[in-house]
Each structure stands twice: as structure tokens, then as C-alpha cells.
């Protein structure tokens, strides 16, 4: 399926894979650009030194293009900016934050810019600064989210700009890609999907617990403090909203939280580790591989759409 992002990146199918912390390393994100998808590295919070060896790695894995996601909360992010360019990185994403200050080095390196954006304003403000296309993500995502719902936010955003616009949150199958199609987007970008790949190295147990979820077992903990993430619900929600609630002060909060997605992901903690998932999570059963995945979801989508 020839789309304007397909061209744009030089992609088979346009499928991105979310740049998820701790979860989209560079056998994730080579297994989806190998499958004809964008794979994506997520920096997440991770320094720049590390996020150099996941691309070095990535590179080894596969010669189609890939991308890295720059989280513009990560006190590296200066260094991780700049180790793109070193790198020569084809795309990048970017989440959490505006990354206006990066977009004069990484355009005049030819990088590919694509940030995620919650909202109309700054989507606008984001074809000025001259991006390249825009994902717009809505509230049903997992981890760290806007207020909009993706059946809201994309069609308003396709209306005021001429970019490409994606389309993230509540995706995971072909009749979501063929809705999203519908609201006008040229892609669409998948997270929760993609943790529960075969070739996704997440702890066994956050896998099971995504299997296992159902529609309404996600809940989001931060609003109090703007920092809203969503993520299932267990022991670690319920001490959170709890004292979210009685007015908890954000450093007692934050402590709650602190090393909690990596003991999630990598230590399999599904008591008091943060697992992050889209509301979607309900939906999805199985663990495929990438391309299967990929395979199933343009074959269903296809069939809709004609
Ligand atoms: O960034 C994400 N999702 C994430 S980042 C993350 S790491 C993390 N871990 C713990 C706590 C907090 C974060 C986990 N999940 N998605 C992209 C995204 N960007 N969603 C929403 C936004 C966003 C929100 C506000 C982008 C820009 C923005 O305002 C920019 C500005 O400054 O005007």
C-alpha cells in the first residue's frame, strides 16, 4: 500500500512501531523495518551512550531504514540529538515535549522529523517550525498522554494541516488502520501491539498481563501533577490513585513511580511495576511475529477499504 508516508520514509507498509521506553529496542525496532514497517528505538529515558549502541546494533540487524524516538523529558536529550546526526539516523520521532531547539541541526543532516502531537495548537505550530508529517496521538495510548481521543484529535488535525498526519492510540488490527485511513491519515503507529511481539524482549509476565487484559483495565495515574501515563491497573495504580487523591505532594508520587517501567519490563514486576498499555490491550490475544502481524493487519485493512 503506496501512501504519502510509505514514500516519505521509504517504506513498504505504513505501519510505524511506537518508540516505547525500556520496550522498543533494536531487536524490536529491526524486526518491524525488517517486516516492511518503521521500527523505531525509544530512548525513553536511557543516555546517550546507550542509545548509540542500540543504533550500531540496529544497523547490524537490518539495511532498511529505521528510526530512533528522542523523549524531550530525558536530561540527555541534547546529547541523544546530537548522536542521531552522528549516526546518520534516517527519521526520528519525538514524544513529550516540543522539540522545536532540535529541528534546525537535524534538518540540515536530512533527518526526517516527525514529532507526536496531543493537539491541534501544537500540530500547527509544528508544520510552521517545518516538520515533516506529524503523528497525532490520542488518550486511549499507553504511557504518557494527551487529553483527546484519537477518533477526535485526527480528523481535526488532518483539517488544518497539509503534512501527513499518523494516527497513534487504539490501533491494533485492520479495521482500526482502515478507520484511521478513513479520518484521513496517510499511517498509522501501534505500541501496545508490538510489546507482545515474538521479537519483543519485554518480561514474560508484562506480556501476559497485556494477553490477559480487558477492555477496561487501564488506568491513568498523574493528572494531578500534568504528567498524566497511562498504564493496567494493579498494585502500584491503586497505592498511586490513592494518594494522588488524599493531595500527595509530586515527590512522593514520583517516588512511587521511580525505576518502576524498567522493573516492569525487565524484572517481569506486574505487582508494583508500571506496565503501560493503550486501552487497546483488551483486544489483543496473540503473540505473532512482527511480520505476521504487519501481514495480518494490511490484509484485513486492504479488504475494508476496498
Ligand atoms: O511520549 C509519549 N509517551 C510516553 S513517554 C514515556 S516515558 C515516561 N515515563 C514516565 C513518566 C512520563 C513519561 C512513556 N510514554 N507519547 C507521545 C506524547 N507526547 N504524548 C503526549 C505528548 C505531548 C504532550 C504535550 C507532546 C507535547 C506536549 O506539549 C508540548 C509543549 O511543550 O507544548
Same mark, same amino acid.
Given at each position: 500500500?503506496?501512501?504519502?508516508?510509505?514514500?516519505?520514509?521509504?517504506?513498504?507498509? *505504513?505501519?510505524?512501531?511506537?518508540?516505547?521506553?525500556?520496550?522498543?529496542?533494536?531487536? %524490536?525496532?529491526?524486526?518491524?523495518?525488517?517486516? =516492511?514497517? %518503521?521500527? @523505531? @528505538?525509544?530512548? =525513553?529515558?536511557? *543516555?546517550?551512550?546507550?542509545?548509540?549502541?542500540?543504533?550500531?546494533?540496529?544497523?547490524?540487524?537490518?539495511?532498511? !531504514?529505521?528510526?530512533?524516538?528522542? +523523549?524531550?523529558? &530525558? !536530561? $540527555?536529550?541534547?546529547?541523544?540529538?546530537?548522536?542521531?546526526?552522528?549516526?546518520?539516523?534516517? @527519521? #526520528?520521532?519525538?514524544?513529550?515535549? &516540543?522539540?522545536? /531547539?532540535?529541528?534546525?541541526?537535524? /534538518?540540515?543532516? =536530512?533527518?526526517?522529523?516527525?514529532?507526536?502531537?496531543?493537539?491541534?495548537?501544537?500540530?500547527?505550530?509544528?508544520?510552521?517550525?517545518?516538520?515533516?508529517?506529524?503523528?497525532?496521538?490520542?488518550?486511549?495510548?499507553?504511557?504518557?498522554?494527551?487529553?483527546?481521543?484519537?477518533?477526535?484529535?485526527? !480528523?481535526?488535525? #488532518?483539517?488544518?494541516?497539509?503534512? *501527513?498526519?499518523?494516527?497513534?492510540?487504539?490501533?491494533?488490527?485492520?479495521?482500526?488502520?482502515?478507520?484511521?485511513?478513513?479520518?484521513?491519515?496517510?499511517?498509522?503507529?501501534?505500541?501496545?501491539?508490538?510489546?507482545?511481539?515474538?521479537?519483543?524482549?519485554?518480561?514474560? &509476565?508484562?506480556?501476559?498481563?497485556?494477553?490477559?487484559?480487558?477492555?477496561?483495565?487501564?488506568?491513568?495515574?498523574?493528572?494531578?501533577? =500534568?504528567?498524566?501515563?497511562?498504564?493496567?491497573?494493579?498494585?502500584?495504580?491503586?497505592?498511586? %490513585?490513592?494518594? $494522588?487523591?488524599?493531595?500527595? !505532594?509530586?515527590?512522593?508520587?514520583?517516588?512511587?513511580?521511580?525505576?518502576?517501567?524498567?522493573?516492569?519490563? #525487565?524484572?517481569?514486576?506486574?505487582?508494583?511495576?508500571?506496565?503501560?498499555?493503550?486501552? @487497546?490491550?483488551? +483486544?489483543?490475544?496473540?503473540?505473532?511475529?512482527?511480520?505476521? +502481524?504487519?501481514?495480518?493487519?494490511?490484509?484485513?485493512?486492504?479488504?475494508?477499504?476496498?
Amino acid at each position: 500500500m503506496k501512501t504519502k508516508i510509505t514514500e516519505l520514509l521509504g517504506i513498504e507498509y *505504513p505501519i510505524i512501531q511506537g518508540g516505547m521506553a525500556w520496550v522498543a529496542d533494536y531487536h %524490536l525496532a529491526a524486526a518491524v523495518s525488517e517486516a =516492511g514497517g %518503521l521500527g @523505531i @528505538i525509544g530512548a =525513553g529515558g536511557a *543516555p546517550a551512550s546507550f542509545v548509540r549502541e542500540q543504533i550500531q546494533k540496529a544497523k547490524e540487524l537490518t539495511k532498511k !531504514p529505521f528510526g530512533v524516538n528522542v +523523549m524531550l523529558m &530525558n !536530561p $540527555e536529550a541534547d546529547e541523544i540529538a546530537r548522536v542521531i546526526v552522528e549516526e546518520g539516523v534516517p @527519521i #526520528v520521532t519525538t514524544g513529550a515535549g &516540543n522539540p522545536g /531547539k532540535y529541528l534546525a541541526s537535524w /534538518k540540515e543532516a =536530512g533527518i526526517k522529523v516527525i514529532p507526536v502531537v496531543a493537539s491541534v495548537a501544537l500540530a500547527r505550530m509544528m508544520e510552521r517550525a517545518g516538520v515533516d508529517a506529524v503523528i497525532a496521538e490520542g488518550t486511549e495510548s499507553g504511557g504518557h498522554i494527551g487529553a483527546a481521543t484519537t477518533m477526535t484529535l485526527v !480528523p481535526q488535525v #488532518v483539517d488544518v494541516v497539509k503534512i *501527513p498526519v499518523i494516527a497513534a492510540g487504539g490501533i491494533a488490527d485492520g479495521r482500526g488502520f482502515a478507520a484511521a485511513m478513513m479520518l484521513g491519515a496517510e499511517a498509522v503507529q501501534m505500541g501496545t501491539r508490538f510489546v507482545v511481539a515474538k521479537e519483543s524482549t519485554v518480561h514474560e &509476565n508484562y506480556k501476559k498481563k497485556i494477553l490477559a487484559a480487558k477492555d477496561i483495565d487501564s488506568e491513568v495515574t498523574g493528572t494531578s501533577h =500534568g504528567h498524566p501515563v497511562r498504564q493496567l491497573r494493579n498494585n502500584m495504580t491503586r497505592e498511586y %490513585l490513592k494518594l $494522588e487523591k488524599a493531595g500527595a !505532594p509530586f515527590e512522593e508520587l514520583e517516588h512511587l513511580t521511580l525505576g518502576a517501567l524498567r522493573k516492569a519490563v #525487565v524484572e517481569g514486576d506486574t505487582v508494583n511495576g508500571t506496565l503501560m498499555a493503550g486501552q @487497546i490491550a483488551g +483486544m489483543i490475544k496473540e503473540e505473532m511475529t512482527c511480520a505476521e +502481524m504487519i501481514q495480518e493487519i494490511m490484509k484485513q485493512a486492504e479488504s475494508l477499504l476496498k
